[in-house]
T-cell receptor, first 113, second 110 residues
Framework: GAGVSQTPSNKVTEKGKYVELRCDPI?????LYWYRQSLGQGPEFLIYFQGTGAADDSGLPNDRFFAVRPEGSVSTLKIQRTERGDSAVYLC???????????FGPGTRLTVL | DAKTTQPPSMDCAEGRAANLPCNHS???????VYWYRQIHSQGPQYIIHGLKNNETNEMASLIITEDRKSSTLILPHATLRDTAVYYC???????????WGAGTKLIIKP
């Protein structure tokens, strides 16, 4: 079956711009997670959705970062006033239920110039 | 902080078994051991997980020591496509968060 998909695969933007990153989870998966991965490091948790609600956003670095999942399926990670330090690969994962194994998408590589 | 310790890198010959160690000496009774791998420029891929007993699936085997302080992931017949960074993660059964370390970069050589 189809796995987790993320678009775009690459995004180059300028400092100060706004970006949106999209995640399509596996159909039927109720839990969705966003992670950020810098070069040479493991992924770092950002936010977790159960259904439509953000159950845990403790990993979001600051208020420039926001994510939504309005219909309990597709999610969008939004970054305002991007900074060079936001450059990373943003990974999305989903799981059937919250404590099941997480399946990851290919990621979106964000580069802020 | 990650609760696991892994060697930064390992080599293995193609066709041989790759044995990847992981130390988790502070593991609690309700914590699972998870293994993921990440092939270059791809998202992490779930491999296997276990609590106490050894586990096997179509990808790998997971051997957990009796005291649960360490484990070994075994890829029985490594191929070049198994070259990746392998992450060992300890996760409580009541917490969804995966805390990732730096992993082991496994290179399969022809």
């Amino acid at each position: 079956g189809a796995g987790v998909s993320q678009t775009p695969s690459n995004k180059v933007t300028e400092k100060g711009k706004y970006v949106e990153l999209r995640c399509d989870p596996i159909s039927g998966h109720t839990a969705l997670y966003w992670y950020r991965q810098s070069l040479g490091q493991g992924p770092e948790f950002l936010i977790y959705f159960q259904g439509t609600g953000a159950a845990d956003d403790s990993g979001l670095p600051n208020d420039r970062f926001f994510a939504v999942r309005p219909e309990g399926s597709v999610s969008t990670l939004k970054i305002q006033r991007t900074e060079r330090g936001d450059s990373a690969v943003y990974l999305c994962a989903s799981s059937l239920r919250v404590l099941n194994e997480q399946f990851f998408g290919p990621g979106t590589r964000l580069t802020v110039l | 902080d990650a609760k696991t310790t892994q060697p930064p890198s390992m080599d293995c010959a193609e066709g041989r078994a790759a044995n990847l160690p992981c130390n988790h000496s502070t593991i609690s009774g309700n914590e699972y051991v998870y293994w993921y791998r990440q092939i270059h420029s791809q998202g992490p891929q779930y491999i296997i997980h276990g609590l106490k007993n050894n586990e096997t699936n179509e990808m790998a085997s997971l051997i957990i020591t009796e005291d649960r302080k360490s484990s070994t992931l075994i890829l029985p017949h490594a191929t070049l496509r198994d070259t990746a960074v392998y992450y060992c993660i300890v996760r409580p059964d009541s917490n969804y968060q995966l805390i990732w370390g730096a992993g082991t970069k496994l290179i399969i050589k022809p």
